[in-house]
Each structure stands twice: as structure tokens, then as C-alpha cells.
């Protein structure tokens, strides 16, 4: 094989990304891509947390958002940077999001492989009467 054959089988070409909606959002889930409105950013009390050294740890920033779109919302959990980018009003593509379950309720999360970017306000109006983190799931094992 050639160089420029190697350099060729390396490098995939980038696939389109496929918006979902809030409604489509299930427990367990990964990859996610869709454009919300962040209607509620409250941050979380930090727990103080004191090392052998009796030295303070700083504590991440963490904010619950509640987030959405015309079919629904749901509770994002912001970390450290995104909690600058998830302020109140803002309308941000979630890129590769995931969704946890906390407390047996959905939560929407973007770890360090997924991106939020601010965007352009958009005309939805937000649907507060379907909110998938109102949801409680239980985790059943079934018999082998």
C-alpha cells in the first residue's frame, strides 16, 4: 500500500448529525444531538470536602438546568465550563449527549466527549407539561 492509501483509510468522513427531539430521549442512551432553550439554571450547593491534609478540596461547580424544546423538557446537569454556557434564556446545541439516571430520574449529561454550543435564539416555544425528569424508571434484572 501507498502512503496516500493509508492516510485515505484513516481518515472517515464526517457523518451529518441527526437532531432529535426531547420526546424521543430514553434512559441509558448515548450520542444524542438536538437544540434546546435552558428555561431554569440553579447551582448546586458545593459540598466541602476536607483532604487527610485538613486542607479544602475545591469542589466542581455543578448547575441543574432545566432545558427543552417543542416536545418536551428535562433536567441537564452543567459542569464546571458548561455551567458559563447554560445560563438562563440561552438556546445551545447538545452535541453527543447522554442521559444518566439519578434518583431513578432522567438526567441529560455532556461528558468530556461531547460539545455545547450557544446558538441563535430559535421560535419554539418550550412543551413544560412533558417533563421526562418527572418520569421515575426502576431498574428490573430479568432471570437468565
Known amino acids: 500500500m501507498s502512503m496516500t492509501a493509508d492516510t485515505k483509510a484513516t481518515t472517515a468522513p464526517k457523518r451529518k448529525p441527526v437532531f432529535v427531539k426531547v420526546n424521543q430521549l430514553k434512559p441509558g442512551t448515548t450520542g444524542h444531538t438536538l437544540i434546546v ?6 447551582p448546586v450547593k458545593p ?14 461547580r455543578i448547575a441543574e438546568c432545566l432545558i427543552g424544546d417543542d416536545t418536551g ?11 458559563d454556557l447554560m445560563k438562563t434564556g440561552a438556546t445551545v446545541i447538545l452535541r453527543n449527549a447522554k ?3 439519578f434518583k ?8 468530556r466527549w461531547g460539545r455545547i454550543e450557544v446558538t441563535d435564539p430559535v421560535s419554539f416555544e418550550v412543551n413544560r407539561g412533558n417533563n421526562l425528569s418527572l418520569i421515575e424508571y426502576e431498574l428490573v434484572t430479568l432471570p437468565a
Open 99 to 101: 442521559i444518566d439516571l
Open 37 to 42: 432553550k435552558v428555561l431554569e439554571s440553579n
Open 47 to 60: 459540598a466541602i470536602r476536607r483532604s487527610s491534609l485538613t486542607q479544602s478540596i475545591r469542589s466542581p
Open 73 to 83: 423538557c428535562i433536567l441537564f446537569t452543567a459542569r464546571n465550563d458548561q455551567v
Open 104 to 111: 431513578d430520574t432522567m438526567r441529560m449529561v455532556v461528558d
